[in-house]
């Protein structure tokens, strides 16, 4: 025992020294002067979208073969949902849409490849996208299934297949269980991208991605960007530029299409988590709104009680991440508010004591695109979010990377959340590059209102650098890095105790090496986020920080929320 413990205690201090010496900062030396990486205008080409022709969006399967594969999370370890599609979509003036009802949902899953000893039955939709304009084609989708597995072991893989058994069934594919949830319990890599549409640079950010072995992915908004197209197919890296005259803003469906047939290498393996973005709420007849992504995607809305897909959460290992709707009623009075009031109560952070929210919007930009533009949801939430300790928030929107210092409220604060800004997943709308602290550009604020949400809440700063103006006139405080360049984000820890298979050993050590910094090992306090850039080699990194909770330090919270 005492050989294996000093074995051990080596590697650590190696593994401490190469920390120590590749200069990782940590968020305990900042605040840290803003930085501002200059933008290379050789990357300003125009972003293309792969066409309906490339092999990679084609339809591969037959008949009712499932398709466009993906796993999500449920609310905790021992679930996980398997969606697919079957039949082919349909779009044109005259279309009949497909009876969910002669096609069977089932999965069949085990430990085993063979045989695969479980089966789940679930549910299966058709949508339509319907638009009461003449010479405006609608759609309606293939059959959209949904099954729930439910009794699985924690860190298991699992094989699976998909499908009618009476009809076909897919090939075999597995994912891999999160870690039961523990403050030494940790998915190993979680990759986080923003605003990925369709494009050559969005299959570059993918690859890179998936070159990055993530256990699971989210994915902050802005998904497909089919909204950027007619009914007819014509498409256009600006909407409103080139389609000033349309009755209502179209969209071409099939795009959605593609994308989980893109997609489905990654998210067929690794859990992948959404959230709406503004790119979503493709309106049609009748006023509907959101209606492929709340069909599309399977989501822990009845696990978490949320009822909702705009907003729900779950656990992953020691983390319990809360996704909020942007695009949804968030006042204090609204289904949404109350909903998270409810279950940030309910979080016990001595087994998940990391506390991650995501959303579409960011509250804390320099950049002049969105300025400032949800302030209304920032006053109204993040007092809540800032109570219980939130660490970490990540955002999309802006094309564009940027990493806060610890704010709450404009103010550099110390308990306050990182806020991280990643809408740089390579979509066809290019690259955000102009700062609203920059010489004439800040915007004027009766431009900045929320046009989704109706809301009009900016105005000028009334303490802090920037008091009686709308716009710092330099790089704001609160803005620690920023970049104009595509990419992704992994935000990973080590599950040491996994290794050790005993936390006696593990707090001897921790005694044993006293104040010496171990990397990883404090994994209810420490995590590594790395941006990586699309112009890079897949292995070196734009951006790197150690986040480090303080529990000692901001620890006035109330109920089970205790830090």
Not at 289 to 306: L, M, Q, T
């Amino acid at each position: 025992m005492a050989s294996t413990l000093c074995r051990l205690i080596g590697v650590l201090i190696v593994v401490n020294f190469a920390a120590v010496h590749a200069r990782i900062p940590t968020t305990l030396d900042g605040p840290f002067p803003p930085v501002t990486v200059p933008f290379d205008q050789s990357l300003r080409g125009k972003a293309v979208d792969l066409p309906d022709t490339d092999p990679r969006v084609r339809r591969r399967v037959k008949g009712f073969e499932p398709e466009q594969i993906s796993v999500a999370l449920s609310a905790s370890f021992d679930s996980v949902w398997i969606s697919w599609i079957t039949g082919e979509f349909q779009i044109g003036y005259y279309i009949k849409p497909l009876n969910p009802k002669t096609v069977s949902s089932v999965v069949r899953y085990g430990t085993l490849r063979y045989p695969l000893s479980h089966k789940a039955k679930g549910d299966s939709l058709v949508y339509n996208q319907l638009y009461p304009f003449q010479g405006l084609q609608n759609y309606t989708s293939g059959i959209i299934h949904h099954v729930r597995l439910t009794g699985l072991k924690p860190s298991t893989r699992y094989y699976y297949r998909c499908g009618d058994p009476a009809i076909v069934m897919s090939n075999i594919y597995s994912f891999t269980t999160m870690p039961v949830s523990g403050p030494r319990s940790y998915p190993s890599k979680i990759g986080v991208i923003g605003d990925l549409g369709l494009t050559y640079n969005s299959t570059t950010t993918i690859n890179h991605l998936i070159s990055n072995t993530p256990d699971l992915m989210l994915l902050v908004g802005d998904i497909t960007y089919a909204n950027l197209y007619l009914t007819n197919g014509t498409g256009s890296d600006c909407y409103t530029c080139s389609f000033p005259q349309t009755p209502i803003h179209e969209t071409y469906q099939p795009r959605w299409d593609y994308w989980g047939r893109f997609m489905q290498n990654l998210v067929s393996k690794v859990p992948m988590m959404v959230i709406e973005g503004n790119h979503e709420i493709e309106e049609q007849a009748e006023g509907k709104k959101f209606v492929a992504y709340s069909s599309r995607f399977a989501f822990p809305s009845s696990e978490s009680r949320s009822g909702s897909t705009f907003y729900y959460s779950y656990n992953a290992g020691g983390i319990h991440f809360i996704m909020l709707g942007a695009y949804a009623a968030y006042n204090k009075s609204a289904h949404q508010y109350k909903w998270l009031e409810r279950d940030l109560a309910e979080v016990d952070r001595s087994i998940t004591p990391w506390l991650i929210a995501a959303w579409h919007p960011p509250w804390y930009s320099s950049y002049k695109a969105h300025y400032r533009e949800v302030e209304c949801m920032r006053q109204e939430m993040e007092e809540l979010l800032y109570s219980y300790g939130v660490d970490i928030v990540f955002t999309g929107h802006v094309h564009a990377y940027e990493r806060s210092n610890r704010v709450y409220n404009y103010t550099l604060d110390p308990c306050g959340p990182v806020h991280i800004m990643v809408g740089d997943g390579g979509n066809r709308e290019k690259m955000a590059i102009k700062h609203a602290d920059a010489p004439g550009n800040c915007p004027e604020p009766s431009t900045t209102p929320d046009r989704f949400m109706g809301g009009f809440c900016a105005t000028n700063f009334t303490f802090g650098p920037a008091a009686g103006k709308f716009c710092w006139d330099r790089q704001p405080d609160y803005s620690a890095f920023r970049e104009s360049s595509f990419g992704h984000g992994i935000l990973e820890g080590h599950e040491l105790v996994t290794t050790l298979k005993s936390e006696a050993l593990l707090d001897r050590i921790q005694k044993l090496m006293g104040k010496i910094r171990l990397a990883g090992v404090k994994n209810e306090t420490w995590a590594l986020w790395t941006w990586y850039r699309n112009q890079d080699s897949r292995y070196k990194s734009g951006d790197q920080i150690y986040i480090v909770r303080q529990p000692d330090k901001c620890s006035n919270l109330p109920g089970k929320t205790k830090l």
